[in-house]
């Protein structure tokens, strides 16, 4: 049985719900972590993680938002949040969450190679909005 005042410890039961595929419990042990301590990054990041994965993008966002209003020097975060606004087809925003990223950590390979594919990705969508290749 968990102590009922430790935060830590329902983060850590989410991640073990979460690696069995028990997603619904894993997310009220992260919702119960950040009731009992609202400053948890972590349980932010984790509960964010998770959303991502399950394709819940735009409460993925939010969870990564909160986690970065603790943290705002948190690479992983920016990183994830970059990927999360790619699912939500908002690459500009992406662009720049990576390029925050990338200053903190200039050698993070995942944010840069994410960076190039939200770019690319962007010129395809401006491509399709300029008409580009209509009638091929």
């Given at each position: 049985k968990l102590n009922p005042s430790y935060a830590l410890a329902f983060n850590d039961r989410g991640l073990e719900f979460s690696s069995k595929g028990e997603f619904d419990?894993?997310?009220a042990d992260y919702n119960q972590a950040?009731?009992?301590?609202?400053?948890h990054s972590v349980?932010?990041?984790n509960r964010g993680n998770l959303l991502r994965e399950l394709g819940r993008n735009q409460e993925a966002l939010q969870s990564y938002d909160q986690?970065?209003?603790i943290r705002p020097?948190?690479?992983e975060s920016l990183n994830n949040r970059g990927n999360a606004l790619c699912e939500l087809q908002r690459y500009a925003d992406a662009v720049l969450?990576?390029?925050k990223a990338i200053a903190l950590e200039p050698y993070y390979a995942d944010a840069?190679?994410?960076r190039a594919d939200a770019l690319s990705r962007q010129g395809?969508?401006?491509g399709v909005d300029l008409g580009i290749g209509a009638g091929i």
């Open positions: 419990k894993a997310v950040l009731k009992i301590n609202p400053n349980a932010y990041y986690a970065l209003k020097a948190d690479a969450s990576f390029d840069i190679e994410n395809c969508e401006r």
